[in-house]
Structures are given as C-alpha cells and as structure tokens.
C-alpha cells in the first residue's frame, strides 16, 4: 500500500490505474460496476428501497475479488474510499468508451 498522500482525483488517477493491471481484475470491476447499477435502477423504479445497500456489496464484492485473487494487491479503497470510489467509476466510464491505459 502507498504511504503517499494525494491531494486531488487527478494526482491520485495514474496510481489508480497502477492498482489494476490484472485483466481479470479489471473484468470483475466493470462486472461489479454493471450488477451494482443494474440493481440501483432496479431498486429505485421498482419501490424496493430496501435493497439499496445491495449495489455497494455486489460492486465492491467483485472488485475486492479482482484485487486479492487476481491483482495481488490490497484496494485502494482502504486508504482512499472517495478517490477509489470516483477511480472505479472512471475507470468504468473509460472502458464503455473503448479508451485503453
């Protein structure tokens, strides 16, 4: 884990991606991040409000997979819960628009 301290999303990015090198880890993010708002939608057009805490377990389940089977690593999101958070949705929004890194 880094023991750097990042003052912005932007400075914090490139050592997010660093965390995800793994393909398979990187496959069960955006698997974790399609299920997660699959099951939002779901829960907020549907009145199953109660279901709304299910997308944080599901995405972050597959992600955490991705890291400790697959990446070797421990998830960022340890030490920067909001970076990682915005990070994982980025790095989302990336892959859907066939961006590489």
Known sequence: MTTKRYNSFAEFYPFYLSQHQDP?????????????????????????????WLPLVIGYGFAWVGHFVYEKNR???????????IGDWVMFKDFLLGKKF
């Open 24 to 52: 398979t880890c990187r496959l069960l993010h955006y698997l974790g991040s399609t299920t997660a708002l699959v099951i939002l939608l779901y829960a907020i057009f549907s009145g199953q409000l109660k279901m709304l």
């Open 75 to 85: 998830p960022a999101t340890f030490q920067y819960p909001l970076y990682s958070f």
